[in-house]
């Protein structure tokens, strides 16, 4: 019999290689004057040309599934597996002993999942300007990180100033809104 722990070290193997951790940020539309009616969405998804690995995640971990279609004659059909949100933070949580490549990200997306409050989940509109900043600088991270950029480029100068200076401040004020709530 398989276990659920030998489950999830073969998928965290196979999400390191093919997997993507994501945070989309948009305006919840032009209506919202709020300055803070930002939104930050988690997703997580795998894409791949085995139907077989999809199925699998999908029986597994829930989700959605697409279908891509194919570019050309020559090109295989594609198929996508996704989380968003709760699920993908549940999915992450059982994924995090074991990954290697993604940790990184998968702890900033976490760290983004702390700042949702659970009897309120407007996603950024009206939340403390603090709450907002922080989530802007996971979002900033999380962009850095998923780029093509190597690391040493990445954690050199080119990271704005505002980031360096806020990021510190902004954790120690996710962890006091946290010990608040």
């Known amino acids: 019999m398989i276990t659920r722990d030998k489950i999830n070290i073969y998928t965290a193997g196979l999400f390191d290689g093919e997997g993507c951790i994501s ?14 009616s930002f939104y930050h969405k988690l997703y997580v998804c795998v894409a791949n040309t085995s139907e077989k690995i999809i199925l699998f995640l999908h029986k597994n971990y829930g989700g ?18 996704g989380l968003t949100q709760q699920q993908a933070e549940d999915f992450l949580k059982e994924m995090l002993p074991y990954l290697i490549i993604k940790k990184e990200q998968a702890e900033l997306a976490l760290l983004l999942r702390q700042t949702v409050d659970v009897n309120n989940r ?7 300007q603090k709450t907002v900043n922080f989530r802007e600088i996971l979002w900033y991270k999380m962009r850095r990180l998923n780029s093509d950029v190597s690391q040493s480029q990445r954690l050199s100068e080119e990271t704005p100033n505002w980031v360096k200076r806020q990021s510190e401040l902004a954790v120690n004020q996710l962890q006091e809104l946290i010990r608040n709530n």
């Open 23 to 36: 945070i989309a940020k948009g305006r919840k539309g032009k209506k919202y004057s709020n300055p803070n």
């Open 122 to 128: 407007r996603n950024g509109r009206g939340l403390p």
């Open 64 to 81: 959605h599934l697409y279908t891509q279609k194919r570019r050309s004659p020559r090109h295989k059909i594609g198929y996508r597996w």
